[in-house]
Every structure is written in C-alpha cells, then in structure tokens.
C-alpha cells in the first residue's frame, strides 16, 4: 500500500468539503451516543452492522447528514467499532474508547469504492463538485481510498491510498549496531558515534510563548483572536515540522549504513514523569515508527531487547552486572576488569550483544561475531 498526499487549492467551493467534514462529526459523535446508550441499557457492544443500518435510516431523513456519503458514513461506523474493539482488548494497557469530538477538531471523512473520480490534469470530482489540488507526482497503482483531511489552520488535503508497493533500492552492507537513547545526546551508537539531540520545541519556546501571549489576549469571538490562534498554530506546526524532517534524514541515514539496528523497548510514561516536556519534545516513539517504516521499505531490520534487561549496568568487556547506578552517574569503573565506561556508550554496546543474541533470520541465529558492528 502506498499513501499520496496532495494539498487542495484555496477556493470558495471548499466551503462545500468543510460542512461535509462538519456533517462527518455530527455523524460521529450520534454514533458514539447509541453506543454509550446500547452499552448502559444491555451491557455489550452494539454491533456495527445494525448501527450501519440504523444510521441509513436516519440518513434518508436528515438533509444534513446527506452531505456525507454512505461509504464515508459506513467508514465512520466501522472506525468506531475497530476503535471499540482495541479499547475491549487492550484497556488493562491503558488503552481508552472513542469519545465525543468537538465540530471545529473533527478532521476528515474517507470514501471508498464509490463518490469521487480523478479527473484529467490535477482535478477531482467529489459528489458534483470539482476541486482542483497540487498535484506534485503521478498516482500510482489501483486507487483503494480517498480521505479528505482539514489541518487546523483550515487547509484542506487529499490523502489516496493505493495497491502500489513503494519499495526502496539499497544496498545491503551486512553490519549491525546497538543504540541507546538519552537526553543531550539523543543516539548513542555501539561503533562510539553520537547524534545530538536537536530540541526543536525548546528553540522555538520564545515564539510559542509571545504568540500564546498574545492569543490569550484578544476577544473572544473576534477576528483577530482567530488571525492570533492561526500564527500559534503555525508556529507549533513549524516544530512538528523541522522535528519530522530531521527524523525522516536520520532513519534514512541509519538505514542505508545498517542492516540491523537493536534499541531496547522504552518506558514511555516513566520517562515523562521523571523529565517532562524533553522526552516529549525528542518524541522518541514518533522516530522510531519512521525509522520502523523506512527500514520495512528498504529491507531492514529494526528489533527491541527486554525493557528489564540490565544494559546499563553490564559491563560490555566482561559481563559483569554491578547493584546500583544513579541517573546522575555518567561514568562507572567494572569492579571486574577495571575498564571503565560511558553510561550510553557501554548500554549501546550492551544492547547491539544482546539483540544480536536473540534475534533470528529465517533459521539462523545472530551473534555479535557473526554481525560487524
């Protein structure tokens, strides 16, 4: 499956795709209503098939909700029941079920088979409409889905999922290397490299802070309160931004030099708790579906040791586990050998033994001497 993603032009008739995203909401939130009220009076899920056919019906009787395509409406239904499905399943995990959306932060609605077609040049036709989008490349492949998404500053794009596989070209280079997150320096690497951590967020705190200033600032309801939200939003949106570019440049640069890449599995929620905004503006977990993403594409492999595995305090020169080491401790000598080491620096070198250990291609075992780092 392949995504494009194409921005539409700013044109009057998108007034059109705003009320029929605002139309998708109402939808949504009536739907996660009769959910709520099935599950108090019965105590089970509604099933989505019966809903689909009682939202049909309400459909023919609200000029409204017929903005929404019946194959968007039927998307509605069944995101609701996979989202249902994973809270049943999951919810122990912390795991939480659909919930009442505001109109202005619903975003999109989603056709299938049916209810737009692409036009010649770079027009699409939804409903009797046409709209016109940047187109910046060919559409490759069987058109699967069509989603229409808004941003928060109202700008409009249109999201087609196609059968076409993308695979990338690369060169297999045989090596491995284990890698260890940390603050100021965000990966350190087995083969002694460091990656500095970039903090986009905190560079930008200045401006966030004058354009949330003065967006508090204004009247409720005017103009220039909505002009002060959209500057705040674009700055905010500039972070995510520069952070996701740095992140897509870094997974391809790790991926075009490794074959296997082993970090161990982190405590996300223990982490902010213990220091905040920082491990929120690192976004580790976003970087690592991105590198997860591009190494699938180019053939690699991306793998996690246990998150209770002592990497930190195993000495990677000869094994040895000492009792205790504070946050604070940057530096420790091994009582064994003597050998001192880096905190990050020897956790890497931990992790690339440990991960090397466990993980199997096909039949065959990975082993550090097997794998150059």
């Given at each position: 499956?392949?995504?494009?993603?194409?921005?539409?032009?700013?044109?009057?008739?998108?007034?059109?795709?705003?009320?029929?995203?605002?139309?998708?909401?109402?939808?949504?939130?009536?739907?996660?209503?009769?959910?709520?009220?099935?599950?108090?009076?019965?105590?089970?899920?509604?099933?989505?098939?019966?809903?689909?056919?009682?939202?049909?019906q309400l459909r023919h009787k609200n000029e409204y909700w017929q903005l929404v395509g019946s194959q968007a409406v039927q998307n509605i239904v069944q995101r609701i029941d996979r989202a249902y499905q994973l809270f049943f399943k999951h919810h122990q995990r912390g795991v939480r079920p659909p919930n009442f959306r505001k109109r202005i932060k619903y975003k999109s609605f989603t056709l299938k088979q049916a209810g737009y077609k692409f036009l010649d040049s770079n027009r699409l036709r939804i409903g009797k409409r046409i709209f016109k989008f940047w187109k910046s490349r060919e559409i490759e492949g069987k058109i699967k889905t069509v989603?229409?998404?808004?941003?928060?500053?109202g700008e409009l794009f249109v999201f087609v999922v196609t059968d076409c596989a993308d695979q990338i070209s690369a060169i297999m280079t045989g090596k491995s290397a284990g890698f260890d997150f940390g603050l100021k320096v965000f990966l350190s690497c087995s083969d002694s490299t460091e990656v500095k951590s970039p903090f986009f967020l905190k560079q930008s705190l200045k401006q966030l802070a004058s354009a949330s200033r003065k967006h508090s600032h204004k009247k409720r309801g005017s103009n220039s309160k909505e002009k002060a939200r959209?500057?705040?939003?674009?700055?905010?949106?500039?972070?995510?931004n520069r952070r996701a570019d740095w992140f897509w440049?870094?997974?391809?640069?790790?991926?075009?030099?490794?074959?296997?890449?082993?970090?161990?599995?982190?405590?996300?929620?223990?982490?902010?708790?213990?220091?905040?905004?920082?491990?929120?503006d690192l976004a580790l977990a976003q970087f690592l579906k991105i590198l997860e993403?591009?190494?699938?594409?180019?053939?690699?492999?991306?793998?996690?040791?246990?998150?209770?595995?002592?990497?930190?305090?195993?000495?990677?020169?000869?094994?040895?586990?000492?009792?205790?080491?504070?946050?604070?401790e940057r530096y420790w000598v091994c009582p064994s050998c003597s050998t001192k080491h880096?905190?990050?620096?020897?956790?890497s070198q931990v992790i690339l033994r440990v991960g090397a250990s466990t993980l199997r291609v096909g039949n065959v075992s990975l082993s550090q001497t097997a794998i150059s780092a």
């Open positions: 499956m392949k995504t494009y993603k194409f921005k539409l032009y700013q044109h009057k008739r998108n007034r059109h795709l705003h009320r029929t995203i605002n139309a998708a909401g109402h939808v949504y939130n009536h739907c996660i209503a009769l959910h709520k009220r099935y599950y108090s009076l019965f105590g089970k899920h509604l099933n989505k098939n019966k809903l689909m056919k009682h939202i049909a989603t229409i998404k808004r941003n928060p500053l959209q500057n705040l939003v674009r700055v905010h949106e500039k972070v995510v440049k870094l997974a391809h640069q790790l991926t075009d030099k490794l074959d296997y890449l082993f970090f161990e599995t982190l405590n996300l929620k223990g982490m902010q708790r213990l220091w905040g905004r920082k491990i929120g993403f591009v190494a699938e594409k180019k053939g690699k492999i991306v793998s996690y040791i246990d998150r209770w595995y002592p990497s930190t305090k195993t000495c990677s020169e000869c094994y040895f586990v000492i009792d205790k080491l504070g946050l604070n880096g905190r990050d620096s020897n956790a």
